[in-house]
């Protein structure tokens, strides 16, 4: 299907609407249904087109050659050359379903333009010299003409020709409240996104009607720029995948050695067949291979996106969570984020002084600004049948509407006709309407103290009377003072008019020469949760942004509610200082004190870091105890027996340690996880702690019960140093030591596991039981392990026999002795680090008192 050659357009939307009309060859009654075919040649299909994306061959192959599916392939070969092709066929399905996995999990996290091109309707309602008729969206041309109605949503970008639509602009803004569109026959300048006459493909229409003629479709809408750039961000590897990408080849580069070297070692020292040489070189490799590393972290992370999701926070690509954790400044809006957005009136000026809302006794000038406040507002209230309140509209105009209509008895209500209004627009910062009232016409008008000010000559009093260079300093004074208390502040003023200048009025002259009436303070109260989620902030190092559009004195007070700006003090920058401000001054701010709204993503972003770290732990704790016994097989010159054989490992690395290491994954935030400044982007996921524990301590405790568990097996069962164990009864012994060398390393496995749900606290900080799915996961490997050892198919492929029960008791200490050894390792880093600090302590109160 042909979509057409993308062109620029060669108009300005924002010129007058008889010009655009002019420059898109249409008129108010639309395209013939030629033209239209014409232009779809040239324009093509309204729709969002997915550039081409690398072919999955291209993905898959660069799972396939991972580091360490290379090694994996590399012993897969070996494998098949020697002769054990079972091996062989094994290593390429732990390949292959790696690879496949993790192609899936990138697959999933790629969907943004599908989800952006679900935002663009099926149908659009347009007129093509003719009726009124509906008609695939995707058959759109610029120079269309379609209508708009309550309930529909816009599928192309288009400037109003006639009437007025309020619109949700959320799926483009982020921002929830509606904005009012209306129909201006002249051009206008500015940003194309705040234009206050133009509609969106994607947007929704909340009410009113209009006709708009389209001027871009398909990926020359706002949707479809912000398709194209999402689509433009080209791959990156996170911090995280850089370091296990390092950190594979470093564990490839030792394997290989290791295995190269065991050949000669094992046929000239121990007297092993070529063969058997190599064979023993490949289980060397499998051994150092963490096979399971690259399928659990892809897994943590896709489970990291999902804890992200259920807390509001969506990721495009899952190696992002862990990049969270490093996050070091965030910026946050105010209303909504830091406050509740539940606005109440709480006090009303007057020139007569000084209010608090509610209030049953309002003066003669407070009742009048409660006039205007009622006249000037699109919220309306309302009761249902069952005798409910029914509130609708801005949040901000709701609260002006229900503090007017407390401080006015119901019968003195007004009930003026609306003849004109102008909406609010955020340029101007205040909005207008003209009524008809017992007493005459007159103009209601509310906005930005600051705005409506200028535009003010008079001033309530006894009688209205001009408005003095003092008034405008005492008036200043209280919005200062209020606005930095954190309140939100609109001023109200009106103007009688002569009816019968209202057919040729304007904006301009309507908001112009008006008498102050009062200023209304509203207080929009912080979130609960937010002055906890700020101590977080500053005790993990982060900084804090607050953006607002805002009274800056207003931002900071709510700012400084929540506790942003405590610590180094907050400084308030406005939008035009900040466009004027040079870049190395912009440099400079950014150094200051700010909030944040996702400090719960931070968390789950450290979390996620701190989870991966626990899991590598984990997998390369095992590495010591697999590896050891070839080493000693070697070294010994074959006079020691191998105490595992190569499908045992395979059993371990891909079979019981799997469960344990995604339940890891899912370990809660560690206590003292935000009390951490952020982790660099360039430190080392494995660090030398993390190696000393886990091939250290960990690896090492469980490589020396291992050992002696195998050789006290062998000499329970009659072996003596150096004798053969190929064949006969000293084989079922050498198969009872392996069996118990492999019960061993598992027992050994459940010990590590819940050691590593901890870096540094204790596991008696975080409870035994408070990770079920490392309950479950312990249980399914004992489950595992007890079928390979007792059923006489898996011990055929496994080489195993059922234990007897005298030497299956030596198991159940195990997992104490390795959790032991690490909790002792633990505390000594935790006593090092109290006397870092008390020292760092006693450094600074040297200092002060020099």
């Not at 010299?129 to 759109?140: C, F, K, M, N, T």
């Not at 871009?216 to 590897?237: D, K, P, Y």
Request: glycine share 8%; proline share 4%; charged share 20%.
């Amino acid at each position: 299907m042909a979509t057409g050659k993308q062109q620029s357009q060669p108009f300005d939307p924002q010129e007058s609407i008889d010009g655009l009309l002019r420059d898109l060859e249409t008129s108010t009654t639309g395209l013939s249904d030629r033209e239209v075919s014409r232009r779809a040649v040239v324009y093509g299909l309204n729709q969002l087109v997915r550039q081409r994306r690398s072919h999955c061959s291209r993905q898959v192959l660069r799972q396939l050659t991972h580091p360490l599916a290379l090694l994996l392939w590399l012993a897969a070969a070996l494998a098949w050359i020697s002769g054990s092709q079972p091996l062989s066929v094994a290593i390429v399905a732990v390949v292959i379903i790696n690879a496949g996995f993790a192609f899936v999990q990138e697959r999933h996290a790629e969907q943004a333009v599908e989800a952006l091109s679900a935002i663009i309707p099926e149908t659009a309602r347009v007129m093509r010299q003719g009726p009124e008729q509906d008609v695939a969206a995707a058959s759109l041309v610029p120079g269309d003409v379609i209508h708009l109605s309550e309930g529909d949503r816009v599928s192309a970008d288009a400037r109003l020709i006639d009437g007025s639509v309020d619109v949700d602009l959320s799926a483009l803004t982020g921002e929830s409240a509606t904005v009012h569109v209306a129909t201006r026959r002249t051009g206008a300048a500015g940003p194309l996104i705040e234009a206050t006459d133009i509609v969106f493909s994607g947007t929704n229409i909340v009410g009113g009607q209009a006709r708009a003629v389209v001027f871009a479709t398909g990926m020359r809408t706002e949707l479809g720029r912000i398709a194209a750039l999402s689509q433009r961000v080209t791959h990156e590897e996170s911090p995280l995948e850089a370091q296990v990408k390092r950190v594979a080849w470093l564990i490839a580069g030792v394997a290989v050695v290791m295995g190269l070297a065991f050949i000669p070692l094992g046929t000239l020292l121990a007297g092993l067949s070529l063969q058997d040489s190599v064979n023993f070189a490949i289980g060397l490799l499998v051994a150092n291979v963490p096979e399971g590393l690259l399928p659990t972290i892809t897994l943590a992370l896709a489970m990291g996106v999902r804890v992200l999701a259920r807390s509001g926070a969506l990721v495009k690509r899952i190696s992002a969570v862990e990049t969270l954790g490093s996050t070091t400044v965030i910026c946050t809006d105010k209303t909504g984020t830091l406050t509740q957005n539940k606005m109440q009136a709480t006090r009303i000026w007057t020139p007569r002084g000084a209010i608090a809302l509610p209030t049953d006794h309002p003066d003669t000038a407070a009742q009048r600004a409660a006039r205007v406040m009622i006249n000037c507002c699109m919220a309306t209230i309302t009761t249902d049948g069952a005798g409910s309140t029914l509130e609708h509209g801005d949040p901000t105009e709701v609260a002006v509407l229900r503090a007017a209509r407390e401080m006015l008895p119901p019968s003195s209500a007004p009930d003026d006709e609306l003849l004109r209004g102008y909406h609010f627009e955020s340029a101007l910062r205040r909005m207008s309407t003209v009524t008809r009232t017992a007493g005459g016409t007159t103009i209601n008008v509310k906005g930005a103290p600051e705005e409506l000010l200028q535009r003010c000559s008079r001033i309530v009093d006894d009688t209205d009377r001009l408005l003095t260079a003092d008034d405008r300093s005492l008036i200043s004074s209280l919005v200062n003072q209020w606005a930095s208390e954190g309140l939100r502040l609109l001023a109200v003023a009106d103007r009688s008019i002569d009816a019968a200048s209202v057919a040729t009025l304007d904006r301009n002259d309507a908001e112009t020469d008006l008498t102050l009436v009062a200023i209304v303070a509203l207080i929009d109260p912080p979130r609960p949760e937010v002055a906890d989620a700020v101590a977080k902030c500053h005790s993990a190092g982060i900084r804090i942004l607050v953006v607002t559009g805002d009274h800056g004195l207003t931002a900071k007070g709510i700012a400084e509610s929540v506790g942003i700006g405590s610590t180094t003090g907050l400084r308030v920058v406005s939008g035009a200082e900040l466009a004027a401000m040079p870049e190395a001054d912009l440099d400079t701010l950014l150094t200051d004190d700010n909030f944040a709204t996702i400090v719960t993503a931070v968390q789950a972003g450290r979390r996620v870091y701190d989870n991966v770290r626990k899991f590598i732990v984990y997998i390369f704790a095992h590495a010591t105890p697999e590896v050891v016994p070839f080493l000693l097989y070697a070294l010994s010159g074959g006079q020691i027996p191998l105490p595992l054989t190569v499908m045992q490992i395979l059993a371990i690395d891909l079979g019981t340690e799997t469960l344990p290491a995604l339940a890891l994954g899912r370990e809660r935030a560690e206590p003292g996880l935000m009390d951490r400044p952020p982790h660099k982007r360039t430190q080392n996921v494995v660090s030398r702690e993390v190696l000393l524990r886990s091939w250290g301590i960990l690896g090492g405790v469980s490589a020396v019960v291992v050992l002696g568990l195998f050789l006290g097996t062998l000499l329970d069962g009659g072996w003596s140093w150096g004798a053969s164990v190929s064949h006969g009864a000293a084989h079922d012994t050498w198969q009872l030591a392996t069996t118990m060398s492999f019960l061993g390393i598992v027992s050994c496995q459940i010990g590590t596991a819940l050691a590593s749900r901890t870096q540094r606290a204790s596991l008696r900080d975080v409870g035994i039981g408070t990770n079920r799915l490392l309950l479950w996961g312990i249980a399914f490997e004992i489950a595992f392990v007890a079928l390979i050892v007792t059923v006489p198919f898996l011990q055929n492929i496994f080489g195993t026999v059922n234990p007897p029960l005298h030497l299956a008791m030596w198991l159940l200490p195990m997992p104490f002795i390795v959790l032991g050894a690490d909790e002792i390792f633990k505390a000594r880093g935790r006593r090092r680090a109290a006397v870092g600090v008390a020292t760092a302590k006693t450094a600074v109160k040297s200092q002060h008192s020099e």
